[in-house]
T-cell receptor, first 118, second 112 residues
Framework: GAVVSQHPSRVICKSGTSVKIECRSL??????MFWYRQFPKQSLMLMAT?????????EQGVEKDKFLINHASLTLSTLTVTSAHPEDSSFYIC??????????????FGPGTRLTVT | DAKTTQPPSMDCAEGRAANLPCNHS???????VYWYRQIHSQGPQYIIH???NNETNEMASLIITEDRKSSTLILPHATLRDTAVYYC?????????????FGAGTTVTVRA
């Protein structure tokens, strides 16, 4: 299957700082990327969807000015958590889906990034 | 997309088949059934999907009832590494612009 990587796998930052998480599709071109958040013992919650070269579409209740998403190329999307606070501590997971000539691949997930805000 | 209902947890014995049920009674004729699993502290892993017919791959088999209101994921020979949360998801087949929404899933514990 297709491979999606995330960097870093773990990050600890101080309250009030910003942190950037990268998501890369390693062996396919991802026309669409998704960002999910998962709190302990809960399911994944979709935060936003981004198409390459377009602005991200955020799910209801997700602050677009706090969670900045950039999908500038077909293999890279970044999520920046701005002015992070302890309640932003969570497991952030990206997902990517590619397409060729109108045929869409399945959605593949990265390994996740554990963010801890102190 | 249709909602799914799964048991919150189940145990199974190593080496035996694990049968994971999923109810999707409101599924529409153009919706696929997908299964993903998430091993602790990792991203979800695609397992299998189907529309009407039963499907099998190297990981599992998917049995969909004739009325499509429920399905069963079968892990033929469960191993300890199959311990994970298993998610049953339905999504519209006719749309390429779909999003996968995860429910609570079933926590499967494989015991030696």
């Amino acid at each position: 299957g297709a491979v999606v990587s995330q960097h870093p796998s773990r990050v600890i930052c101080k309250s009030g700082t910003s942190v950037k998480i990268e998501c890369r599709s390693l062996d396919f071109q991802a026309t669409t990327m998704f960002w999910y958040r998962q709190f302990p013992k809960q399911s994944l919650m979709l935060m936003a969807t981004s198409n390459e070269g377009s602005k991200a579409t955020y799910e209801q209740g997700v602050e677009k000015d706090k969670f900045l998403i950039n999908h500038a190329s077909l293999t890279l999307s970044t999520l920046t958590v701005t002015s992070a606070h302890p309640e932003d501590s969570s497991f952030y997971i990206c997902s990517a889906r590619g397409s060729v000539a109108g045929h869409y691949y399945e959605q593949y997930f990265g390994p996740g990034t554990r963010l801890t805000v102190t | 997309d249709a909602k799914t209902t799964q048991p919150p947890s189940m145990d199974c014995a190593e080496g035996r088949a694990a049968n994971l049920p999923c109810n999707h009674s409101t599924i529409s004729g153009n919706e696929y059934v997908y299964w993903y699993r998430q091993i602790h502290s990792q991203g979800p892993q695609y397992i299998i999907h189907g529309l009407k017919n039963n499907e099998t791959n190297e990981m599992a088999s998917l049995i969909i009832t004739e009325d499509r209101k429920s399905s069963t994921l079968i892990l033929p020979h469960a191993t300890l590494r199959d311990t994970a949360v298993y998610y049953c998801i339905v999504r519209v087949a006719s749309s390429n612009d779909y999003k996968l929404s995860f429910g609570a899933g079933t926590t499967v514990t494989v015991r030696a």
